[in-house]
């Protein structure tokens, strides 16, 4: 049966003994290092981060019991095994009040310790997991939307996403703002082998330099002012699953390289640590950047571009997706909402800047004004209703447009009477003033 390897450290002052385990482990496919004196195991757990430390109980310098403590303060996230020709229940009991996984009494078979360091392994797992998720509940984002849209681009884009979801490649998400980056984001976490695990997000933007290096690659306790306590990285939490890096074109040139070395072989450092620790973290990142453009005016590193961009996607400008838009605006209403023909004419007409951010924003900014449910031009932001009205003009007849002059001349003499004092205004109009700012929209009346 196939093995799961992990890194281990072998702390053993007898070489016969120590270099038989040594070799046995490695031919098994595990990665084994080899200590012969605790300073020398502490020096060696400084440097980086073992899944098992196996330790003799009597070598040379620190005693077992100061060993074994040291151990378990330094290294947390590793379990311990500790071995010894003279084993008794007292030590054993001392042993596990410290935190140590096991104690086994020498001599004991090769295939016996290894099913302990599997136990142990398996053991470790449940307690980073654990880790993982309380800090998670307040670190992740969860999914808030579907993807929504059956034109030509959307289509195309699902497809891509279904053939690159399945795999564990670097994805780069390319696009203007607002256009649902993150959407995407979530769809390849979701039809990915680590969608039982949580998609873990950092938008590079949103951060000051300092601050995107701690959030990404954790910090030790005192690494710098503020930090009163030890803190894991993005990349700890989302070791086993996906990170989202958004707007990774704003990621400073000074973290680049540190960046590029995770994805290259996993390994990483706190800020204020020299302990190397590993992680499997498989990226998708999305800019609305031109990152080949940043690469020739170099303020994007070229092996860092290549490296995330194995499979790259393009999302589609909401102008573009105009076949998309009622759908989305029916979407986003909800069931309890209706919206009138000329209002959604209006919105399938306009251009979306802000694409569908922009267009989510519109429709609460519509709910909030609207009366019984129901969404009307007058809801909709001038810009909107002065396209409307560009349009409505061509087609509509002398009588109308006659009627638009008259009530926006009414309008205006009432506030001239009240000397633009809308309040009393809205009184002698009938209206409440919600309903008299809708008014003012609609005949484009301004301050």
């Not at 939307?145 to 034109?151: E, F, K, L, P």
């Not at 640590?273 to 990152?291: F, G």
């Not at 000329?342 to 709910?367: E, S």
Request: proline content about 4%; charged content about 30%; hydrophobic content about 40%.
């Amino acid at each position: 049966m196939t093995q799961e390897p992990f890194d281990i450290l072998f702390v053993e002052d007898d070489p016969e003994f120590s270099s038989g385990y040594v070799r046995w482990f490695e031919k098994h496919g595990h990665s084994v290092e080899h200590a012969t004196t605790g300073q020398e195991a502490v020096s060696r757990c400084d440097q980086r981060e073992f899944d098992i430390i196996v330790l003799d109980w009597n070598l040379p310098g620190l005693s077992g019991l100061e060993l074994v403590q040291r151990m378990c303060d330094d290294n947390p996230d590793t379990e311990i095994i500790v071995l010894t020709g003279e084993g008794t229940i007292e030590k054993a009991v001392e042993s596990m009040r410290r935190g140590v996984f096991d104690f086994l009494s020498k001599p004991f078979s090769m295939s016996g310790l290894e099913r302990r360091c599997k136990a142990a392994l398996e053991r470790r797992r449940l307690k980073m997991e654990n880790a993982r998720l309380r800090e998670v509940i307040d670190r992740v984002r969860t999914p808030n939307h579907q993807m929504i849209g059956d034109s030509k681009p959307m289509i195309a884009l699902s497809r891509l996403i279904d053939r690159v979801a399945p795999t564990d490649k670097a994805v780069l998400i390319q696009g203007e703002s607002g256009t649902g980056k993150e959407l995407v984001a979530q769809a390849i976490h979701a039809g990915s082998p680590r969608a039982n695990r949580p998609l873990v997000t950092i938008n590079c933007a949103a951060l000051p330099e300092q601050l995107v290096e701690s959030e990404l690659f954790g910090h030790e306790k005192g690494a710098f002012t503020g930090a009163t306590a030890a803190k894991p990285g993005l990349f700890e939490i989302a070791d086993q699953s996906t990170l989202f890096i958004d707007e990774i074109g704003e990621l400073p040139l000074s973290l680049q390289p540190k960046l590029l070395r995770v994805l290259e072989d996993g390994s990483l450092r706190r800020v204020g640590s020299h302990k190397e620790r590993r992680v499997k973290v498989r990226i998708v990142a999305a800019t609305n950047r031109d990152l080949q453009q940043e690469v020739v005016a170099h303020r994007f590193r070229e092996d860092l571009f290549y490296r995330i961009n194995v499979m790259s996607l393009d999302l589609p400008p909401l102008r573009k997706r105009t076949g998309d838009i009622g759908l989305l605006v029916d979407h986003f209403l909800g069931n309890d909402w209706e919206i009138e023909a000329d209002a959604r004419a209006a919105l399938l007409n306009y251009r979306w800047p802000g694409n569908i951010r922009q267009l989510i924003n519109t429709i609460d900014r519509a709910q909030i004004l609207a009366d019984d449910g129901v969404i009307t031009i007058e809801d909709l932001p001038v810009e909107m209703t002065e396209r409307k009205k560009e349009i409505v003009s061509e087609t509509t007849s002398a009588e109308d447009r006659s009627i638009y002059a008259v009530m926006r001349a009414h309008l205006l003499d009432v506030l001239k009477r009240e000397q633009g004092n809308k309040t009393q205004a809205a009184q002698i109009l009938g209206v409440d003033r919600r309903k008299l700012y809708r008014m003012l929209l609609q005949y484009d009346i301004g301050e």
